[in-house]
């Protein structure tokens, strides 16, 4: 069976502070995607990122970027100097059909 | 382009009604998929559907349905509501069959009282 855990549930951070969010998943299959994806208080899940289970490496995309750690099973999400529009429920997710519960950004002027 | 529409946005309804969700994809994109959300629960699955097939379904119960019509659109349905049944439904599309991020919709946001 597949899982994704976000053990953060909520994360409270002032601005321009650097906030990492994590990511944990099971799987069986030897080929994968994951993802994040950003919901702001609207409701639509932005997609962020994808990565293929092959391809371990870094990604930075301006104020963001991702380490994807094979052995570990982990895909953490970093914000560089966070701002309040980030302020948002980022969710993990492996595949299309597996995410994790999201984890909750409030970022405070 | 424009994004996956769902419609209608809010939604009230009475314990046993039914209810019709629309989701309209991104032009081109042929996979639909439905996602319920629920503070306690997160994000779950609860169907696919590809060029009008069903191509995965999640665990609930057969009160949830859906279909896919010749023009991608997709509608889902939700019989006998239950308080339960309160939640943000999200569509999503994507182009293929592969693996690829999905472009999600606003979301219906359905009221059962």
């Known amino acids: 069976a597949q899982k994704v855990t976000q053990a953060q549930t909520e994360i409270s951070v002032v601005e321009k502070e650097d906030v990492t969010l994590d990511c944990v998943y099971e799987t069986r299959d030897t080929t994968y995607y994951l993802f994040w994806y950003k919901q702001p208080p609207s409701g639509e899940l932005v997609f962020l990122i994808r990565r293929n289970s092959f391809d371990e490496q870094n990604e930075i995309s301006g104020r963001y970027s991702w380490n994807f750690q094979k052995s570990t099973s982990s895909f953490n999400f970093t914000i560089t100097a966070s701002q309040v529009v980030d302020s948002a429920v980022y969710f993990c997710a492996l595949g299309t059909l597996t995410f994790g519960k999201g984890t909750m950004l409030l970022v405070s002027p | 382009k424009a994004g996956v529409t769902q419609t209608p946005r809010y939604l009230i309804k009475t314990r046993g009604q039914q209810v019709t969700l629309s989701c309209s994809p991104i032009?081109?994109?042929?996979?639909v998929s439905w996602y319920q959300q629920t503070p306690g629960q997160g994000l779950q699955f609860l169907f696919e559907?590809?060029?009008?097939?069903?191509?995965n379904k999640g665990n609930f119960p057969g009160r949830f349905s859906g279909r896919q019509f010749s023009n991608s659109r997709s509608e889902m349905n939700v019989s006998t509501l239950e308080l339960g049944d309160s939640a943000l439904y999200l569509c999503?599309?994507?182009?293929?069959?592969?693996?690829?991020?999905?472009?999600f919709g606003s979301g219906t946001r359905l009221t059962v009282v």
């Open positions: 032009s081109g994109h042929r996979s």
């Open positions: 999503a599309s994507r182009h293929g069959q592969a693996d690829y991020g999905y472009t």
């Open positions: 559907y590809f060029s009008e097939t069903q191509r």
